[in-house]
Structures are given as C-alpha cells and as structure tokens.
C-alpha cells in the first residue's frame, strides 16, 4: 500500500471512528461495516496499526477499537536499562511492549496512559504511551560525574534509562564519584534528559557504608527518626519495675526462655511449655508494644509509615525507636516486661483443644540463642551442664514442635527450603564470608509454636467476627500450574492438578519425591514462582501455602506493623471496650493499612536483596579466575544464571557460550545447542569459572568450564 493511499485510507477510518454515532468495534464488525472483504482484511489491519501507532485511536481490552480517550488503557511502567520498557495492565494477559521511541518521557514505576496495538505473528502486545499519569520517582541515588559548567548523575537503578542532568550551581559541592540524591524538576521527553538537583552528598562511593546507605536512601527508607518521635520515645520509661498491673495475668513464675539468634537485640517472643494429664501446655509470649505505641501518636504514625524493620547485612533500620525495640518492649533476661499471650492447650496429637489471649506480666529466666538449644538436644555436655534446668523443658519442646509440624504437612503446607545468605562482614563493612544460613532444631521449634500461635489467634479473630488483618496467600495462577505440572513431568517427577488448579498437599508430595535429588532446589524455586505473593488483608481468605483456613502474623510486633495493629484489636476485644463505634473504625483503616503493609513488606525485602547482591558482588571481586561448582538456577535468552553452594548467583551470557549458538527452549527451562544439540537446563550441575564482576550493576559473570576444555581440545587440534 503506498504512502498516499494509507494516508486516505486512515482518515477514512479515522472519521467514522469518530464519527458521534459510533460504538467501539472488532476488527470483524468494522470490516463489515466498511464493506471490506475477507481476503482484504490484512490491509485494514495496516491501517488500524498505523492509527494506533500514531496514538490517533485506541484499542481496548477486549479488542474493540475506538477513540484514544474512549479504549486508552492506564497501567504501571517498568523500565530497562536499554530504554525499552512493559506497563502491566489489569485484565491483559501479559504486559504490553513499549519501544524506546513511544516511551514518551515514562520513567520506572510510573503510572501511565497508553493505547495498545495487537501483537503481530505470534509476538507480544505492542503500545505507545500516551502521557504519565502519576509519577512514582521524585528522587534518585546514582554516581555523580562532574564536567566544566554542568554534571550528571549515573542512576544505581538500572531500570532508569537515561542519566539525569545537574545544572551549574545545583550539585551542592559534589565532585565525580560521588554517591548523591538528587531531586528530579523535571522529568524529560524525547530529545531532553531528566533533570534535577543534587539533595544529599552520601560519600565517596569506595567509603565504607555509602553501599548499603545508597540502597536505602534509593528505596525510601528513612534512617532517622522525626524529632517529634524520639520525644515521644524518651518519655517512655526504661523498667516497670515497682509498677503494679493487677488486670494481668502474673506469669513471671513460669520458667520462661526467648530463642533467637545470637545477635539478635530485639527480642518480641517468648515461650512456655508444660506436660498436662491432656497432652501440653504451650504458652507462646508476645512483647506488649501497643501499651507504649497508642493509636495515632506519632511513634504509631511513623511505625505505619515504615510497616516493617529492615534488616540489610550490617544493620538493621528499626520500625521503632531503640529505646523501645531494644529497651522496654524487647523481653530481655530477668527483667519485668508487659505481654500480650497466646496460651494454648493441646492434646497428645498436638491439635489445639483450648487457649487464651491475655495481658501478662512476664519475666524471662533465659536468653537461648539456636545455637545453643541445638546443642542441648544434640547432648553436648557442657551445653547440658550450663542450662542443666532447661534441658527437659527444650525436649519437650521438641517433642510438641515435630508433632504440630507432622500435623501441617499432613494437612500439605508446603516446605520449599530454599537456603536464606548469611553474610559476615569486617569492621569496614567488606564481605569477608557468605555462607547458606544454617536451619537446625531450634530453629524449628519456634517458627512450629510461632505458627501455631498466629493460626489460633486468627481462627480466634474469625469465629468471633472481629475487624482484623489476616495474612493471605491466594491459590497460583492456573496457567502456571499447568506450565509447572508439564515441566515436572518432562523431569520424570508427577504433580496432580486439575485444569491449572492444584491441593497444596500435592505440591508438598512433589517436593518431598524431589528431596535430595540434584533437581530438588531448582524445581523448589520454580514451584515458589509459580506462587503468588502473600499480602496482608482485612478479609480471610486463608493461606495456601500453608494450607491454613486462618492466618495471621501476631508474634512480631517490634518489627511488623500489622502484628501491632491486631494487637490493639484483641486488647480491646479482651477487655470488652470494642463497642460498635471502634468496630466501626477499625473497619474503615484496616484496607489501608493492609495494603501499605504490603507494600513496606516488598519495600523492605527488596532492599534486603539489592545489598545482598551488592555484598555478593564485592566478595566474589577476589575470586576472579576461581573455579566453582554450581547448579543452573535460570534459563534465558540472554545466557544461564548459575548457583554456587554459598547462594551466590552469576550469569553465563551467550556471548561466552561460543562453541555454538544456544536457542532458548522456553517451555522445557532450557539452553540447546543448535549444532551439538548440548542442552543446559534448570537444575543441572555445572563447573564454572569466574570471570568478572561489575561492582555498578552488582552482577557477576562466568563461564562453563566445558567451554573452556572444549576450545583447548580444539586449539591442540
């Protein structure tokens, strides 16, 4: 069709479209109104392509087309490093490709407004993005590059792509190297760059500290806390001691123990445990927070505001103030502390047959670290003689905690196992060893009574119809189920679902087949990733992961928001002041509540990732040319990421896969190689070699050591 003639054709379309009688249409019902026959259709299709991509007018989601006001889609923009990027759209199936010329000045998490094309031969859906609605990025930490009459900042988020420009007079003294963030004032178009002004110097990017502070300040995760708060905070006393509580329960007689890790400071759950002629009596103790964080202070409102501590390699960002987290609310050895319990009473199987939430008043006799529980069950002599009153109590213990774990995988809760990183560091904040974080019994015993609390206290909240913040995990997307059950069974393995719908107690099945096989961690991850994110929600609508009608998080209220909100409810509830006017406003916060919540929870996880890999990359830096055995633990178009045994992960791009040319098989997770038919797949056990490492972008690079002997092989040929 020649240039001319389009040109007609599209403001022939283009007018009845516009046309006020008309109704937005398929491409069927246009060609049959524009008399276009069947064997012709192909070209209305150009000229529909072409209105859309000049933004002239819009299709909808169920593919009608229409006026760019009437089918414009609004959706959430991600960006990439090369300037490309996808806006997610609720009620498409897959994002939408944005090419570099139509991102239209969008940045990274934006919320835009955007018309769509239809993907052509098979190929995802195109669009163009129209105007940004909401911007998500007020600020950014980058690198500052320092010229003659001007600067730039380099952004450490990949995802922007372009650097933003820092007029003369607005780099408040920053030289090149420089951490700093900067302000946006503007946010650029085609042909201008962002642009903005430099707020804080955070150091030199080699000075020790300024990576792990870059990421915070990049995620909006405030150090410090407002003066208003801190006052607030001193007010606070440092001991109850001489104080009298006589509505609560006095438990301090009790032989009370809290086990936490050993550099753990602050300390918000304490247990109990007692043989009874039923079965047991476990006493699970929770740090009474909202006594000193009331409603609407502004120590509630700045915990609301955080949702969640953050805890990031050599710090940890509190969600309050220290004076609290670390002081009066944390249940600290010997000292008088104010509780909110979870008392239970189980039978010889381990099912909860009674309980009650009260106020106490408790005493800790012992601070346990995991380290040295697991050595009094594992018998160890001196550990047995240093807490010689305690060694019963810790067996039956674990007596109780592998009978409520039986019970859990009876039922299916899944167990994915996937090993957390632990990463030491020096004095100057240099990784100096990361290692998989070691799981042991004592580990075990407390997140089984952890969980049993939280299911009983929500099943509680339920029965009893209260406002409240249950933690929900809704059952996965049929389509990847049905993707995950085909790779399983391409593997050898079996999962039973039903038209993309599965029982968690088959996924569980699964797993436990895979159980010690080298497949084991990769099929764990992708069963993980075929899960959908757990959220907080004012609605129970259970927890398939755990296979659990009802669930909340209780037992954290030092560090988790929601855990502080519910604490207030059932304080309220216990002691008869939840009228119907406090129902009432609990019911009108608790959505928002829930969903920033949520958010901070992501908030906090990503940031926990972002250092991770930053301190990864710095310490596989000295083992360049080293030699590792790994697994595949990803399959792209761009290469294969492989795992070592330490948690670190690096890429093998194609690039240095160069003894053939490996296509993706996406639907089997694996690399062919089109000439020898090699195949890399997820899971398999590799050798490689470390190569390089990019400290900017945190990556870190290998290669297969096959690939190596395969072109000495070929040279002394």
């Known amino acids: 069709m020649e240039e001319k003639e389009l040109e007609i054709k599209k403001k022939h379309v283009e007018a009845l479209i516009f046309d006020p009688q008309y109704r937005p249409m398929k491409i069927k019902e246009l060609a049959i109104l524009l008399g276009v026959p069947r064997e012709r259709r192909e070209e209305l299709k150009a000229v529909l392509d072409a209105l859309l991509a000049e933004g002239r007018i819009g299709l909808s989601k169920r593919g009608k087309y229409g006026r760019p006001e009437e089918t414009a889609l609004t959706g959430i923009f991600s960006g990439t490093s090369r300037g490309f990027g996808f806006v997610a759209v609720e009620g ?11 991102v239209n000045g969008a940045l990274h998490g934006d919320k835009v407004k955007l018309v769509a094309l239809e993907g ?86 080699s000075d020790p500290g300024v990576d792990v502070l870059s990421v915070l300040r990049a995620y909006g995760i405030p150090e410090e806390f407002p003066p208003e708060v801190m006052e607030q905070a001193a007010m606070v006393g440092t001991s109850i001691e001489g104080e009298r509580f006589p509505e609560r329960m006095d438990l301090r007689e009790l032989l009370t123990v809290t086990i936490d890790g050993e550099d753990a400071k602050d300390l918000d759950d304490a247990v109990t445990i007692s043989r009874t002629e039923k079965g047991y009596c476990l006493g699970v103790h929770i740090a009474d927070v909202s006594h000193y964080v009331t409603e609407g202070s502004p120590m509630d409102e700045e915990a609301k505001r955080r949702g969640t501590s953050v805890y990031v390699t050599d710090r940890v960002v509190p969600m309050l103030p220290r004076r609290l987290s670390n002081g009066i609310c944390s249940l600290n050895q010997g000292e008088d502390r104010l509780a909110l319990s979870c008392l239970m009473e189980l039978d010889e199987q381990g099912t909860v047959i009674g309980h009650q939430i009260e106020e106490t008043l408790l005493r800790v006799d012992r601070r346990m670290t995991y380290t040295a529980v697991e050595a009094v069950l594992s018998g160890e002599e001196e550990a047995c003689r240093e807490h010689a009153e305690f060694v019963e109590m810790f067996q039956l213990m674990e007596e109780l905690a592998g009978k409520l774990r039986a019970k859990r995988r009876k039922r299916g809760s899944i167990d994915f196992d996937l090993p957390e990183t632990k990463i030491r560091l020096d004095e100057k904040g240099y990784p100096v060893e990361i290692c998989p974080y070691e799981r042991n019994r004592a580990t075990d015993i407390i997140e089984d009574f952890m969980l049993i609390a939280n299911e009983t206290v929500a099943e509680d909240a339920f029965w009893q119809e209260l406002p409240f913040l249950y933690r ?94 519910i604490h207030r409810i059932l304080k309220e509830n216990q002691r008869g002041t939840l009228d119907e006017r406090r129902m009432a406003h609990y019911h009108s916060i608790l959505q928002e509540v829930a969903s920033l919540s949520s958010t901070t929870e992501r908030r906090a996880a990503e940031a926990e990732r972002t250092v991770n890999r930053q301190k990864m990359a710095q310490f596989m830096r000295s083992h360049i040319g080293e030699y590792y055995d790994g697994l595949v633990s990803g399959v792209t178009r761009w290469g294969i990421y492989v795992e070592l045994p330490n948690t670190v992960e690096g890429l093998v791009h194609v690039s240095r896969m160069d003894l053939d040319y490996f296509y993706l098989d996406e639907k089997n997770h694996q690399l062919i190689g089109e000439r020898t038919g090699r195949v890399y797949r997820m ?18 690079d290998f290669r297969i050591e096959e690939q190596e002997l395969e072109w000495e092989k070929k040279a002394s040929n």
Not at 92 to 102: C, F, H, N, V
Not at 683 to 700: K, N
């Open 92 to 102: 498409w199936p897959e994002d939408i490709y944005i090419p570099e010329k139509d």
């Open 120 to 205: 052509r031969h098979g190929r995802r859906p195109e669009g163009k993005i129209l105007a940004v609605l909401e911007r998500n990025i007020t600020s950014v930490v980058g690198v500052y590059q320092k010229k003659k009459h001007f600067g730039f900042v380099i952004p450490d988020n990949s995802r922007m792509a372009e650097d933003v420009f820092i007029p003369e007079g607005k780099d408040l003294g920053a030289v090149s190297g420089h951490k700093v963030v900067v302000e946006l004032t503007k946010y650029g178009d085609k042909g201008h760059q962002p642009e903005g002004r430099i707020t804080e110097i955070l150091g030199h990017r």
């Open 472 to 565: 929900v995990h809704e059952e996965p997307d049929p389509d990847k189920i049905l993707e995950l059950t085909a790779l399983i069974r391409g593997m050898g393995g079996k999962l039973r679902s039903e038209n993309g719908k599965v029982h968690p107690k088959e996924l569980q099945k699964m797993l436990a087949a895979m159980e010690d096989s080298p497949e084991e961690s990769f099929v764990s991850r992708l069963a993980l990733r075929s899960m959908k994110q757990a959220r907080y929600s004012p609605a129970c609508t259970g927890h398939f992961g755990l296979a659990a009608k009802y669930y909340c998080h209780f037992t954290s209220p030092i560090r988790r928001y929601p855990d502080l909100q």
């Open 683 to 700: 899971g398999q056990p590799v050798r490689v070699q470390v190569t390089g490492v990019d400290l900017d972008t945190s990556t870190i």
